[in-house]
């Protein structure tokens, strides 16, 4: 493990594993390095990429500096890549995706983008305060109930019902309820982008979804890659909101392989 500082200092640790063209992985919400997909996702990599995963702020080994802002994880995603060669290929996951394609607006050395199912809904209305789940998710926690906020958060963005059922008597359940505070930070991330973000956005994107997700995830997949510039979909055998390492891989190896991060 490594780590950098980013912008306003705060501590972000991170990993290296592999050779070749830097490819910096971006996990969804309560993701991080020691939880989720990314960390099998880069082993398998590995042997084509230098593949980076990282903690986001407030989770796992970084930091974390009040008050939180969207442009405070953007400039934590340049710091990484900064501290990884400078320049980089992007994998997003879910919130991720949509920090990646954040990143890539704001101009950060980012040569290609890849996002599984980014939940980015084009032209929806904007929301009132009480619609507001960033803010509900902040009152929850501030109340000391961050099991009630996680639950929340998931039942909020259409997990599916057997998957949230048993969700309190997951072993990892406790470690889900210590980063609760930063769902706050995914629910931010998730509205930020626009149909002009995404018109800014000029590098080559691949957006992929599951074939066993649900009407909602797939049709957002295919709106984001229709608004891209430069992007491309692709729909992959996998399950509700994933798709399993042996399928994502090759695909990641066959469109990041004709570029240069």
Do not use: C
Not at 194 to 212: I, Q, W, Y
Request: no cysteine; charged share 25%; proline share 7%.
């Amino acid at each position: 493990m490594a780590t950098v500082t980013s912008r306003d200092g705060t501590r972000i640790a991170f990993e290296k594993a592999g050779a070749g063209p830097v490819l910096v992985l971006v996990d969804a919400a309560g993701g991080f390095r020691g939880f989720g997909p990314m960390g099998s996702l880069a082993e398998r990599l590995a042997d084509r990429f230098t593949a980076v995963t990282y903690d986001r702020r407030g989770r796992g080994e970084s930091g974390d500096t009040p008050p939180y802002a969207v442009e405070r994880e953007i400039e934590d995603l340049a710091a990484v890549i900064e501290a990884s060669g400078g320049r980089a290929f992007v994998h997003g996951f879910s919130s991720g995706a949509v920090l990646g394609l954040l990143g890539a607006a704001a101009g950060l050395p980012i040569s290609m983008l890849s996002l599984l199912e980014p939940p980015i809904i084009l032209d929806q209305p904007p929301q009132d305060d009480e619609g507001d789940l960033a803010a509900e998710i902040d009152e929850l926690v501030a109340a000391g109930r961050r099991a009630d906020a996680v639950e929340h958060f998931h039942r909020s963005i259409g997990v599916p019902e057997e998957i949230t059922a048993g969700m309190r008597q997951a072993p990892f359940f406790p470690m889900l309820e210590g980063i609760a505070h930063t769902l706050a930070y995914d629910s931010r991330i998730t509205p930020a982008v626009s149909r002009d973000t995404l018109r800014s956005v000029t590098v080559p994107a691949l957006v992929v979804n599951s074939e066993s997700s649900d009407d909602r995830l797939r049709g957002w997949a295919e709106g984001v890659a229709a608004a891209l510039p430069r992007g491309r979909h692709l729909a992959l055998k996998g399950d509700w909101h994933g798709v399993p390492d042996d399928v994502l891989v090759p695909a990641l190896a066959d469109f990041f392989g004709g570029g240069a991060a």
